[in-house]
């Protein structure tokens, strides 16, 4: 059964570690990160953005998928199934495919409306057990080639958005989505630890987890951060592994064309990239 992430995250926080969350693609993707989890004890978040959501046919597919392997994988570690970005609408449409876990990017209102829909969206969740986060301060990334600077979020507004009712906030530090460039300065220790100043145990939220140096992960989990977001890491580790397959002619081997075989290279990398971060970050043993 699905659950919410609330509670593993107070936990995570109150232990000074972190839950990953993983971002999910395919059927593949969800049973390596979901294996991972149960042979080490960990709980765990999976992300669905709304491509990935529409490249697996919806969220009503994916909720439907993830509830029903859960299940036959006979999987007992906490798993939270977590819109990643949603738009208004999209949560709606999680909340009612059976989410267990929104995420409302609502960056781009004017700050009135989205703190009005940020209420309407955490009463919703309250009523039907979800867990909800919220973003401040925009996390960068590339965008039509273009790698933005993160942004640092402004404490005073990471509160005021916190004290709205979320569960647990994504607060821009720095970072980015993607890889990271090279004249990138790093996360801003004084920005989080400023955030966790005002916001108190609200779990904060690292995205863009991708290629952040072991010494910063721990340092940002020692200041409050709960809940780790890695999506880029673990499709390139994916592809590298299926690189490796097909250039050494194995897929020209009796049937190593079969789907079974070409991609089982590609879940063992994921399989070994999230059992790095569920060690790094503190979160092995802890389901
Ligand atoms: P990366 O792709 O950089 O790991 O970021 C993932 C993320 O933050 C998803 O919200």
Redesign the pocket.
């Known amino acids: 059964m699905l659950v919410n992430a609330k509670e593993m995250l107070v936990k995570a926080k109150a232990g000074k570690y972190a839950v990953g969350?993983f971002?999910i693609n395919n059927l593949e993707w969800t049973k390596a990160v979901l294996e991972t989890a149960e042979e080490l004890k960990s709980p765990v978040i999976l992300?669905v953005?709304a491509g990935a959501g529409k490249y697996m046919c919806g969220f009503k597919t994916v909720a439907a998928m993830v509830d029903a392997m859960v299940d036959s994988m006979g999987i007992t570690v906490p798993v939270a199934l977590h819109l990643?970005?949603g738009t208004y609408e999209d949560c709606y449409k999680c909340i009612d495919a059976g989410f267990s876990s929104i995420?409302f990017d609502g960056s781009h209102y004017a700050i009135e409306e989205n703190v009005a829909k940020t209420k309407e969206l955490i009463a919703v969740c309250e009523e039907k057990g979800l867990s909800i986060e919220a973003e401040v301060g925009s996390?960068g990334?590339e965008e039509d080639g273009v790698v933005g600077m993160g942004e640092c979020a402004d404490p005073d507004e990471c509160k005021m958005i916190a004290d709205l009712g979320v569960s647990m906030l994504a607060a821009g530090i720095g970072?980015?989505?993607?890889?990271y460039p090279e004249n990138w300065a790093g996360l801003s220790f004084e920005t989080l630890d400023a955030i966790q100043q005002k916001t108190g145990d609200m779990p904060l939220v690292l995205?863009?987890?991708?290629?952040i140096p072991a010494d910063m992960i721990k340092k940002a989990i020692s200041l409050g951060v709960a809940k780790i977001?890695?999506?880029?890491?673990c499709?390139i580790a994916f592809s590298a592994a299926v690189r490796e397959y097909i250039e050494a002619g194995k897929d020209l081997q009796g049937k190593g064309f079969d789907p079974r075989k070409l991609l089982a290279p590609g879940s063992a990398a994921i399989k070994a990239t999230v059992k790095e971060k569920m060690e790094l970050f503190g979160s092995v043993g802890k389901a």
């Open positions: 969350q971002n992300g953005s990643d970005h995420m996390i990334g970072n980015i989505h993607g890889k995205h863009g987890g991708t290629g977001n890695v999506n880029t890491e499709q």
